[in-house]
């Protein structure tokens, strides 16, 4: 490697680029230059004499595969070093050893709705209710299982209860079809190979003996079968560097483990471990809020971020009324901060979940700022969106045909594609629309007596719902717009299909539900609320143009989404509990669930470049009703004392005022192991004590198995004698 460039590297990087035998772990916080660390590793490797093709590097997409190759290139590296992802890798090696892995080498790997399909018809030829073994969920089972190198045979032996012995079934008939149709599913590249490389010594032996060097990034995200993989392929030389960052593990809900990078030293005893702590991304007042935050996960390997930037502008938190104001608030400061000089593509809205960006999208449609979901469509494009929409159009214009083909088998009735042709036929020989032949589709006589009996739930279905609007579409009995989406979103099926439907369906019910609350501010801003007009309003904002990833718009993304990503302006909304923390994890008794969350968040911090913006609003609409809100117990983490709070900001838990505290000598007896009670949280034991004066921090275990962190000036805690 070029002297030059090797002067590039902190010292710490350097260690790591020129360690050369032997197991390494890089402990790589966010903007320390890991991607740097890895390509340079890969040529300091050929320098040293290493052949190229004797280098494997592993990463999750694509992209960063891609970017890697480059960079390894441009570094004097050769292009026969073998950079791929996981899935690349494991689809090289089945192919190449299909007869060993009993599989044809030419497979198909199937989609996620290919595989749906395959669960379906398994489900279907097992006798089984899709309604009470929704196939979704089925398939988000099997692939848990796959994940941990469980195959349906040796599932089936261990299963004790019904529902285990049912998904056995399942799993073995899904198996059976994929085996059919000479297919494999992205699960099975994994476990497969895994298995491979188990049960096969020589052909283990003759990869590892390949790839003598095997650098894995993003190693906090591996699953089992992964991490099974990378311990197999270095299993004749233990040449693995594994580099990742336990504080920005946030992918365990798809099945990755932070044990896998936590018990690595357990692992290889004679690893060495080299911290990467310099941040060259982020101002100093950024990265000791992301600090303060994550120092309260207890499963983590300690290190500090150090800032290699002067401590630059104060992180700002701010509360607001609701979402509307929040979402106004920060459409100005986006157009002040663009008046001043500020490209909108280096600002970017983080969220917890995709239904937050509705209130953002019509704030800055209104203001006219050019916005961009960034993996993910804008909310009135998503599927889920525009079949409701499509139920409410059909009520109040029949003969939108387009609306009408889009609903008549959303969720799916039995309504197919035999039966529409018949119906339209029927329409054009008798010069009527298409809605109106459904109605009639009694005298149909080409339509089977069950199609017949289908059609005709359908259109009493919908002429209910018509029944609920007066003239020009003005809701008559549901008083509002509202009431009337809330009730076709369950009475048509869609909310009970969507809640069977796994992870996915239950996104796209939050998506849903912010739906109806668009349509609830509609209807409080309305005199004379009438649904034909809501679906005009809102129309402008389906019809927003997309834009390109290099045009200059603003981003607005989950949290997971950021993840890789860096922009100098950072605007993170709805820090609240039950956004962030998600319910999920707020309710769940794992403590596991709640430092993901906590993970998730300074994963959204160290996003920031130059400038953080955090907020809540104190009142949220939830399905159209408008519902207090708890700041979430990690605006407590970030510590105030380096924290601008702007005015209105308030940390309040119970509608205590800032100047209501308990007094400093009381502060000072809440020591860890000291019994409280809360009036929300109810009895719990102190854990940890952070001092800051007037504005200590407790982090309390209570019995409900949750543990919070709560300000001691407003936890309005009790002690309880013991």
């Known amino acids: 490697m070029d002297e030059a460039l090797a002067r590039q590297l902190t010292d710490s990087q350097r260690r790591a680029v020129f360690h050369m035998e032997g197991p390494l772990l890089v402990l790589a916080g966010p903007g320390s230059g890991k991607t740097r660390v890895i390509t340079h590793r890969i040529a300091a490797l050929i320098d040293s004499g290493v052949a190229p093709y004797n280098i494997c590097a592993i990463t999750f997409t694509n992209k960063a595969a891609e970017e890697m190759r480059q960079r390894a290139l441009s570094l004097g590296g050769s292009a026969g070093a073998h950079i791929s992802t996981f899935h690349s890798l494991c689809v090289r090696i089945l192919r190449r050893y299909a007869d060993r892995a009993a599989i044809s080498a030419n497979f198909s790997i199937y989609d996620q709705a290919d595989q749906l399909r395959c669960v379906k018809q398994a489900v279907k030829d097992r006798y089984l209710d899709a309604a009470n073994f929704p196939p979704a969920r089925m398939l988000e089972a099997i692939g848990a299982l796959k994940n941990k190198l469980r195959d349906a045979e040796s599932f089936a032996q261990e299963a004790c209860d019904f529902f285990s012995r049912t998904l056995a079934d399942v799993y073995r008939s899904y198996q059976n079809l994929l085996s059919e149709r000479n297919g494999v599913d992205f699960d099975d590249l994994l476990m497969k190979t895994a298995v491979l490389l188990r049960d096969c010594p020589d052909v283990c032996s003759e990869l590892s003996n390949r790839f003598k060097f095997v650098l894995i990034d993003e190693y906090q995200d591996t699953n089992y079968a992964q991490y099974k993989i990378a311990e197999l392929l270095v299993s004749q030389h233990s040449n693995i560097c594994a580099t990742g960052d336990p504080d920005q593990s946030i992918y365990r809900w798809r099945g990755a483990d932070i044990r896998n990078i936590m018990a690595f030293e357990s692992d290889w005893p004679d690893a060495v471990v080299i911290k990467l702590e310099e941040n060259f991304r982020s101002t100093a007042n950024i990265l000791a809020v992301a600090d303060n935050l994550i120092a309260f996960n207890r499963n983590r390997k300690h290190k500090k971020l150090i800032a ?35 490209k909108l593509n280096d600002m970017a809205f983080f969220y917890r979940v995709n239904a937050q960006s509705r209130a953002l999208e019509e704030a800055f449609v209104r203001s006219r700022i050019p916005y961009q979901i960034v993996r993910g469509v804008e909310f009135y494009r998503r599927k889920e969106i525009r079949d409701l929409l499509a139920y409410l159009k059909i009520l109040v214009n029949p003969s939108d045909e387009i609306a009408l083909l889009r609903v008549i088998n959303t969720p799916a009735r039995g309504i197919g594609k035999t039966t529409i042709d018949r119906i339209r036929a029927y329409a054009e020989q008798n010069r009527i629309g298409l809605f109106e032949a459904v109605k009639r589709s009694g005298k149909i006589e080409s339509l089977s007596k069950a199609a017949r009996a289908r059609l005709a739930v359908f259109a009493n279905m919908i002429a209910q719902f018509q029944e609920d609007l007066g003239g020009q579409g003005l809701p008559r009995a549901c008083r509002g717009v509202a009431p009337l989406a809330s009730r076709v979103l369950d009475e048509s099926g869609m909310a009970q299909s969507l809640g069977a439907a796994g992870a996915d369906g239950e996104v796209a019910l939050e998506n849903l539900n912010e739906l109806i609350n668009s349509a ?82 300074f994963v959204g911090i160290t996003r920031a470049i130059a400038r953080l913006h955090i907020s809540y609003a104190r009142y949220r609409t939830v399905r159209g009703q408008q519902l207090r809100t708890i700041p979430s117990q990690f ?24 100047d209501q505290s308990v ?47 709560l300000m001691v000036k407003f936890a309005n805690l009790s002690k309880v004698d013991m």
């Open 635 to 658: 605006l407590f983490e970030l510590g105030p004392d380096i924290t601008e709070q702007t005015e209105g900001s308030d940390y309040d838990y119970d509608g205590i005022d800032e």
């Open 663 to 709: 007094e400093s000598e009381s502060i000072a007896d809440f020591i860890p192991g000291q019994l409280v009670r809360h009036d929300a949280f109810g009895l719990g034991r102190i854990e940890k004590f952070v001092d800051m004066g007037a504005n200590s921090v407790v982090s309390v275990r209570f019995n409900s198995g949750q543990t919070k962190s």
């Open 520 to 601: 609830a501010d509609y209807d409080k801003q309305t005199e004379q609320p009438s649904l034909l007009d809501y679906l005009q309003q809102i129309s402008l904002f389906s019809d927003a143009d997309a834009y390109d990833a290099s045009s200059d718009c603003v981003r607005l993304m989950t949290l997971h989404a950021a993840k890789g990503l860096e922009f100098e302006n950072v605007f993170i909304v709805g820090v609240e509990e039950g956004l962030l923390p998600h319910e999920r994890s707020s309710a769940a008794e794992s403590e596991e669930d709640l430092e993901e969350e906590r993970r998730l968040f």
């Open 308 to 342: 290699t930037k002067p401590a630059g502008e104060s992180v700002v938190l701010t509360a607001y009324e609701g979402e509307h104001e929040e979402a106004e608030a920060v459409a100005r400061q986006i157009i002040e901060l663009a008046d001043n000089g500020a």
